[in-house]
């Protein structure tokens, strides 16, 4: 106590200390060398690949739901609350100050019950001031630090997942909703054909060219084609409506464009490195997951 600078230089080096143990990825036996090239890699995974479709219109369906699908924007909130809490964790790292200030008027009344005369006001100042400083001496709040960062990291790559798996389903939602387009449109063809064909079969029956047994059966042609449709259609509004909800806006119309025969389909070069898969946002979130549950074991030890 004789000596403050030095007890402080103590605490400072104690607190290097950490207990605990320091995180180590596991190992993974992945290939040494990839098949195609390092950059064709970078660039293939790094690609906006539903662009490849050259559809102006799904490109846009993209960016609306990038900016408006509300899993997305709860995802997205996850983010800054635990960011929030990641920077709350480390405040707790460095000197903590405080201050507050109060101001009161009160009445003594005791004076006019007693008789003695007029009351009298008196003013009330105070202000507080208090300043303190937990030293980490073996590493609890650090450690605590490194969970936070990590659950922070998670939660981003929780962010990713949401992305991707946005992006997958609009593209796969309007890749089958132009198909669905295409089955109406073969459809209604066939039950104008049809129906042409019926009429063809009326005047030849009623000049006694057919028999009626060929005209009942011609007329079930046509009533089948006809049948098909009404489902088409359900099916369509249904895939619209599952659209719209991918784009955080109720049911209606989706805006199409390209005949999905003029789509074209993205290339996937083979010979993929197995350390893309280390890119997947549930890989990443699962090893960061780790990172904070280690941490947390030094911080429960401290």
């Not at 962010?159 to 593209?171: N, P």
């Not at 993205?266 to 280390?278: R, T």
Request: overall charge neutral; hydrophobic content about 45%; proline content about 5%.
């Amino acid at each position: 106590m004789r000596n403050p600078v030095a007890l402080a230089l103590i605490a400072l080096l104690a607190s290097g200390c950490m207990v605990g143990p320091d995180y180590v990825r596991p190992p993974a036996d992945a290939p040494t060398a990839w098949r195609l090239d390092e950059k064709e890699v970078r660039d293939l995974a790094n690609t906006a690949w539903w662009e490849q479709f050259g559809d102006p219109a799904l490109n846009d369906l993209v960016i609306v739901a990038l900016r408006e699908n509300k899993d997305l924007l709860i995802a997205s909130a996850r983010v800054d609350e635990f960011a929030g809490r990641y920077g709350f964790t480390r405040a707790q790292l460095f000197p903590q100050a405080g201050f507050g200030a109060d101001a009161r008027r009160q009445r003594d009344i005791g004076a006019v019950v007693i008789g003695a005369g007029n009351s009298t006001i008196f003013d009330t100042y105070s202000t507080v001031l208090n300043a303190s400083w937990e030293i980490d001496l073996w590493g609890r709040i650090r450690r605590e630090t490194e969970a936070a960062r990590a659950q922070l990291m998670a939660s981003d790559e929780a962010r990713r997942g949401v992305v991707l798996s946005l992006v997958g389903s609009v593209a796969g939602a309007y890749i089958n909703l132009r198909n669905l387009d295409r089955q109406l449109e073969i459809a209604r063809a066939t039950a104008k054909s049809r129906g042409e064909s019926y009429d063809l079969f009326k005047l030849r029956f009623a000049g006694g060219v057919i028999s009626l047994l060929e005209l009942s059966q011609n007329k079930s042609q046509y009533e089948e084609a006809l049948a098909t449709i009404p489902p088409l259609e359900k099916a369509i509004a249904q895939q619209e409506n599952g659209l719209s909800v991918l784009l955080g806006r109720n049911p209606g119309p989706i805006a199409r464009g390209k005949e999905i025969d003029q789509l074209t389909l993205p290339v996937i070069p083979a010979g993929l490195p197995s350390d893309l898969l280390e890119r997947r946002p549930d890989i990443r979130r699962a090893e960061q997951d780790l990172i904070a549950a280690n941490a947390l074991i030094g911080a429960a030890r401290a």
